[in-house]
T-cell receptor, first 115, second 117 residues
Framework: ETGVTQTPRHLVMGMTNKKSLKCEQHLGHNAMYWYKQSAKKPLELMFVYNFKEQTENNSVPSRFSPECPNSSHLFLHLHTLQPEDSALYLC??????????????FGPGTRLLVL | AQKVTQAQTEISVVEKEDVTLDCVYETRDTTYYLFWYKQPPSGELVFLIRRNSFDEQNEISGRYSWNFQKSTSSFNFTITASQVVDSAVYFCALSGYGSGNTGKLIFGQGTTLQVKP
């Protein structure tokens, strides 16, 4: 599946900058996810949206602010980040979050470097 | 608590060798789902398989096969006749089931597979 796109693919930002990551899915799904992948750490779920409603916030610092205007688009707004926030940020989508675990399809990720 | 362990950090094989990637999970749920994903150097996680806990049949898809053993809480992945294009990081993941399910996937640490020509 290549139905999930992310922009930008690479981003370098200073600690005082504000930037946004964008994710778009073309699969007709209703649930979208943000994951963080740091070096030598498992993928960590950050946020889950189902039908535009946030259903999970995995204790993410407030310097990360998600936005889901519709089921096809998901944003992650970044401000005053720290160097330890440098990571690969992956977006995923699934048909929905439901009783049965739907398969999540991932985008290519945004590789973020915070200086 | 749910947990996934992939004890093999890195595996290196020569092309055409068979290789098995181990995955051991922990969960108190009686119903759950297991997944395998492949992450090539490009970064995108590619879905390989989804299996629910009631289906213990082994599955084969081309050169890929999966061995699900509930008794040992393992869901191992074997690549037969490996190829250079199989070089990637492979992740095993676990998800719950039920009305409280938020779609959260618990990932293992990943196994880096290098297939040398």
């Amino acid at each position: 599946e290549t139905g999930v796109t992310q922009t930008p693919r690479h981003l370098v930002m200073g600690m005082t900058n504000k930037k946004s990551l964008k994710c778009e899915q073309h699969l007709g799904h209703n649930a979208m996810y943000w994951y963080k992948q740091s070096a030598k750490k498992p993928l960590e779920l950050m946020f889950v949206y189902n039908f535009k409603e946030q259903t999970e916030n995995n204790s993410v610092p407030s310097r990360f602010s998600p936005e889901c205007p519709n089921s096809s688009h998901l944003f992650l707004h970044l401000h005053t980040l720290q160097p330890e926030d440098s990571a690969l940020y992956l977006c995923a989508s699934s048909f929905t979050t439901s009783i049965t675990a739907e398969t999540q399809y991932f985008g290519p990720g945004t590789r973020l470097l915070v200086l | 608590a749910q947990k996934v362990t992939q004890a093999q950090t890195e595996i290196s094989v020569v092309e055409k060798e068979d290789v098995t990637l181990d995955c051991v999970y922990e969960t108190r749920d009686t119903t759950y789902y297991l997944f395998w994903y492949k992450q090539p150097p490009s970064g995108e996680l590619v879905f390989l398989i989804r299996r629910n806990s009631f289906d213990e049949q082994n599955e084969i898809s081309g050169r890929y096969s999966w061995n699900f053993q509930k008794s040992t809480s393992s869901f191992n992945f074997t690549i037969t006749a490996s190829q250079v294009v199989d070089s990637a990081v492979y992740f095993c993941a676990l998800s719950g089931y039920g009305s409280g399910n938020t779609g959260k996937l618990i990932f293992g640490q990943g196994t880096t597979l290098q297939v040398k020509p």
